[in-house]
């Protein structure tokens, strides 16, 4: 699934084909979306401040859009038992949502971030990871209440991920380098350096073996972190990148950016040091792709594929 700056959601097969017609959002450009762990429905955030839910079968909007933010939806994140939903924002908060009401379940979290640019469930769901444009990385309990910060970057951390098991947190910033932390008391245990441009999209394999990471730089890079070093070549966008994602079976990458595509990756062929650009399996044009956006697509595997 992508999502764009010209309000539409769109579903894709991986050979390139659409699934269905788009979802037009009606609240101007989609600035973040995210899919529910079983499938079944899709939350996107707009740059009116705005929520909106939709059910992937039906194709179509759940209800009224949902209102609080006072500025630009810019990521979002499921918990992991689908109960609630994270929401973060250019206002510098985080607000927390009931999907089966499309309510506040508690008051909004003014984050010191200044701008809000990814926030992450821990994968047991009882706490939150966020990262924003003051360059600190803030771990949350469930009921809001602030448990670290973690400081360290020298730019805007603009991507995070969890270890399955909860004990690290991995970001991406625009200092152009991924680290990872311990997320108990946020201690820095490595520093990978490869981009040479700001880092805007993390995510980690289903084994864990492997971090990959979309960039400015125009490239999606492999790190084994075995060895804490790069593996395979770089693949190429002919223009900035601002969103990966992997599908849950591991064999491929899906990354989009400027250049309006969507490019789908072979996993196993991208692990390997060729010397010559890994080919592209295929790629999707989509009419436009937001700017400065670490979470524009997710992963959804419609019944075509």
Known sequence: MSASRDG???RWIRDGKPVGEPWKSGGGGVASMAVCPDKTMVVSGSSDSKLRLWN??????VG????????????LDWSSNAREIASGSQDGTIRRWNPNTGRQIA?????????????????RGDKFASGGSDNVIRVWSKDGKLLIEIKGHDYAVWSLCWAKD??????????????KWQSIDGKELVVLCGHTNSVNSLCLTGDER??????????????????????GDPLLHDDELLALTIPSDGRYIASAGLDNKIYVW????????????VRVRAYITVVSIISNWPCMMATHSPTEC
């Open 8 to 10: 539409w959601i769109r």
């Open 56 to 61: 992937v079968e039906e194709g179509g909007a």
């Open 64 to 75: 009224d859009p949902w209102e609080g933010h006072s500025a630009a939806v810019k990521c």
């Open 107 to 123: 008051p909004p979290i003014e984050t010191g971030h200044g701008r809000v640019y990814d926030v992450k469930y821990s994968p």
């Open 166 to 179: 909860g004990a690290y947190i991995f970001s991406g910033s625009g200092d152009m380098t991924i680290r």
């Open 210 to 231: 492997h971090l990959v990471s979309a960039s400015e730089d125009c490239s999606v890079r492999i790190w084994d972190l075995k060895t804490n070093e790069q593996v």
């Open 266 to 277: 072979s996993f196993e062929a991208a692990l390997k040091k060729s010397g010559n650009q």
